[in-house]
DNA sequence: TAGATTGTTAATCGATTAACAATC
DNA sequence: TAGATTGTTAATCGATTAACAATC
């Protein structure tokens, strides 16, 4: 045996730092590809996105993108290699559960498809929603969730319920055989190891905006 | 003089890791709060949040509270003094330009209140959208964000506008007297020096989870 | 008192940055 | 060729974790 099973954590030295700069990269590339442009080196991209050069050699290196001294990097290429090691050219087949404003949000959040995620159903529990589309996507009730994971073989799911219930209804995604979830909730999710859950709360941020604001701004007198 | 300036970075020693994670302990305090329990300990807390419980001690430290050997910290205090550290019960008053529908889901998202953030008014250019309400908030031309800027002294702006108008939607807030932007869209901002900005790319989390996903899925035979 | 927990200081771990050889 | 840039290895920096004394 030479591999060691460990948790759920990234493969072989690839840091979670890394992958969060990957899809910054993306978005960079892509508007200077719709620009002209078609190489591009790591200082430059260093310079637009505010970062160390070296980093973003490092970073490039694990998609195994090849660039060329001198020369840069060929962005098309790039962008291929980045979305591949990212997974994006896969088909992430989705379940949205939570269809309030935030769930209507992401639903109608067209940049999402650049990461080859793709929103089959959505579900809720309000009968009001039952049944109506948004968008494209129909609102079904979490009654059905179980049975059409299964026949549709979908395993991630998008968690934006409110947070009272988040935590039951987690639940019930694992035991429809959802294995990945995106929890958008602030709950801190209990569920069975060997689920994957990815926590984002929009709101840690907002802490940090907020501190910096008043250290800067209310300045005391001493 | 005894005070070195520095750019935009917090004041001393507080990480920005630390600063994530105090608004999760919130919310964990708020619910054990309800729950009826009155005081709590790291250890507890570090286990309900799978974190370590040395980390939750320094964590709590930066903002002052004192906790009591055996016993632990009074979860009303605490709660206070986190809130109070943060400067969430300061009058954060904010604009929301783009009232799209990410722009309106963080309008209608009441857990903002619990940051102390306060949502005045929110702009746009759609003429369809332009003096309607959205809740409670009506909904104005950005031609109006300079001066109602300068007559309510707002200086908090977020910014949830389409990507590709990002960077100048941003430009005109700065202009108007924002000095501080909590950036949701996925562009990389220019803006001089002194403004605070603060990037929330939701979709930096969605790599890290397809990422695992397929590492996890995706086993090619050997 | 005994023992769990706080709070601080030291050690470890990992990510960022620097240094530098290879190369186009 | 000369020089900018890649790609790798080493050094630094900072955050997490461990150790431990103080204390309720």
Redesign the pocket.
């Known amino acids: 045996m030479v591999t060691k099973k460990k948790k759920i954590k990234l493969k072989e030295g690839v840091?979670?730092?890394?992958l969060k700069r990957l899809p910054g990269y993306l978005t960079y590339l892509k508007r200077i590809q719709k620009l002209g442009h078609i190489n591009v080196?790591?200082?430059?991209i260093a310079s637009e996105l505010e970062?160390?050069?070296?980093?973003i050699?490092?970073d490039?290196?694990v998609t195994g993108?090849?660039?060329?001294?001198?020369?840069?990097?060929n962005i098309a290429e790039l962008i291929l290699t980045i979305e591949e090691y990212l997974g994006f050219n896969k088909k992430n087949e989705a379940f949205l559960v939570g269809a309030g404003k935030l769930g209507q949000a992401i639903l109608s959040y067209h940049e999402l498809q650049g990461f080859g995620i793709n929103i089959i159903t959505a579900f809720d529990i309000d009968p009001k929603k039952i049944n109506t589309e948004y968008g494209k996507t129909v609102i079904l009730h979490m009654d059905k969730l179980g049975d059409l994971a299964q026949r549709l073989g979908v395993s991630i799911g998008i968690l934006t319920t409110p947070p009272n219930v988040a935590q039951k209804t987690a639940k019930a995604m694992v035991k429809s055989g959802i294995k990945a979830i995106w929890n958008l909730t602030p709950v801190k999710l209990k569920l069975p190891k060997g689920v994957i859950v990815q926590d984002t709360s929009m709101f840690a941020n907002v802490a940090i905006l907020l501190k910096k604001f008043h250290d800067l701004h209310d300045i005391k007198p001493d």
Chains 1, 2 share one sequence.
């Not at 840091?15 to 890394?18: A, D, I, L, W």
């Not at 080196?41 to 430059?44: K, L, W």
């Not at 993108?65 to 990097?73: A, M, R, W």
């Open positions: 840091s979670e730092p890394t080196s790591a200082p430059t970062l160390d050069p070296t980093q050699v490092k490039l290196t993108i090849k660039g060329k001294p001198k020369v840069g990097y």
